[in-house]
């Protein structure tokens, strides 16, 4: 039951970090980059949590890390104000390249040249 309350936490600071990232202000985030939360992890007691970010059009990836951690305050108040919660958790922000690996893996498979049977001039 603990695991369901917690996934629903998990949820709930994903829809609200996604919808609060759109408003900063931080030119280092704002360049150009479309950013998705892609997954929030929140531990039991609710004092840490790790928001995987994927980046598609980012050129720097480390100056998107700096405004991230940059803007971490104001992003946790924002949380603490939207949501209920016993404590607000510390954001930690890890960049998640799943699917530009997903996108490189289908061009992969797209550029092979597999003969099918229907193909077959017998």
Same mark, same amino acid.
């Given at each position: 039951?603990? #695991?369901?309350?917690?996934?629903? /936490? #998990?949820?709930? /600071?994903?829809? %609200?970090?996604?919808?609060?990232? *759109?408003? %900063?202000?931080?030119? *280092?985030i704002?360049?150009?980059?479309?950013?998705? %939360?892609?997954?929030?992890?929140?531990? #039991?007691?609710?004092r840490h949590c790790k928001v995987y970010i994927s980046v598609l059009g980012q050129a720097d990836e480390k100056q998107l890390v700096r405004g991230l951690k940059s803007v971490a305050g104001y992003l946790r108040r924002e949380l603490g104000l939207s949501l209920d919660l016993r404590y607000t958790p510390e954001l930690t922000f890890v960049l998640d390249d799943s699917i530009a690996h997903g996108a490189y893996i289908n061009r992969l498979i797209n550029d092979l040249d597999i003969q099918h049977d229907d193909d077959d001039p017998e």
């Open positions: 039951m603990a #695991n369901h309350h917690i996934d629903r /936490i #998990n949820d709930d /600071i994903r829809r %609200v970090l996604a919808e609060k990232l *759109r408003d %900063v202000k931080d030119p *280092r704002q360049q150009g980059a479309m950013l998705t %939360v892609t997954h929030t992890d929140t531990t #039991n007691d609710l």
